[in-house]
């Protein structure tokens, strides 16, 4: 059974930093790409970061370029999202969510979430 | 604002047909597949269609995905009460080289 368990979030003043993490079982992670996606409190889901198999390619959404940083370690089965310079917009819950291979398709499973409240 | 527009509410009553529509661009919707996701209150989103029009196992035939230009609709058939949720579409945008959604539309079953 696949499965996606975040951790990591919580409450950061304005400026801080934090770092998610994901932890997947259930797949080989190393052939999967995976992505980041937020929601703030009450909002629409926002893709934030993605990385390939190979963490040869990554992207991000103009909102966090500069400020967040993706990575996966193959050894751990694991996913991060290394967030800088929090702001207040950025409080929502974090998800993380893998593509599927064949056929390829955004997002076939997802996370539970994290909260990350950005506050003072 | 989002890159994708829905509309933010739709409703139906049980056994209904109602489509949810989700309108972008040339460098968006029109070149690259679009993607639905369902997500009932308090609980992550779920796949419920990929490359414009199919269908993940397990999910329910009353939901169909369709693409034409610039625009893609999710209609969803024989409408119930556990389809009360909130829907998003997304894809791909070449302009801005990243992954967007729509901005949700909120179900609600009558």
């Known amino acids: 059974e696949v499965q996606l368990v975040e951790s990591g979030g919580a409450l950061v003043q304005p400026g801080g930093s934090l770092r998610l993490s994901c932890a997947a079982s259930?797949?080989?992670?190393?052939?999967?790409?995976m992505n980041w996606v937020r929601q703030a409190p009450g909002k629409g889901l926002e893709w934030v970061s993605y990385i390939s198999s190979s963490s040869s390619s990554m992207y991000y959404a103009d909102s966090v370029k500069g400020r967040f940083t993706i990575s996966r370690d193959k050894a751990k089965n694991s996913l991060y999202l290394q967030m800088n310079s929090l702001r207040a917009e950025d409080t929502a819950v974090y998800y993380c969510?893998?593509?599927?291979?064949?056929?390829?398709?955004?997002?076939?499973?997802w996370g539970q979430g994290t909260l990350v409240t950005v506050s003072s | 604002q989002s890159v994708l527009t829905q509309p933010p509410s739709a409703s139906g009553t049980p056994g209904q047909r109602v489509t949810i529509s989700c309108s972008g661009s040339?460098?968006?919707?029109?070149?690259?597949?679009v993607y639905w996701f369902q997500q009932l209150p308090g609980t992550a989103p779920k796949l419920l269609i990929y490359?414009?029009?199919q269908r993940p196992s397990g999910v329910p035939d009353r939901f169909s995905g369709s693409k034409s230009g610039t625009s893609a609709s999710l209609a969803i058939s024989g409408l119930r009460s556990e389809d009360e949720a909130d829907y998003y579409c997304?894809?791909?945008?070449?302009?801005?080289?990243?992954?967007?959604f729509g901005g949700g539309t909120k179900l609600t079953v009558l």
């Open positions: 040339s460098s968006n919707i029109e070149s690259n597949y």
């Open positions: 997304a894809t791909w945008d070449d302009s801005l080289s990243g992954r967007v």
């Open positions: 969510a893998r593509d599927s291979l064949a056929p390829s398709a955004f997002f076939d499973y």
């Open positions: 259930g797949f080989t992670f190393s052939s999967y790409s």
């Open positions: 490359r414009n029009n």
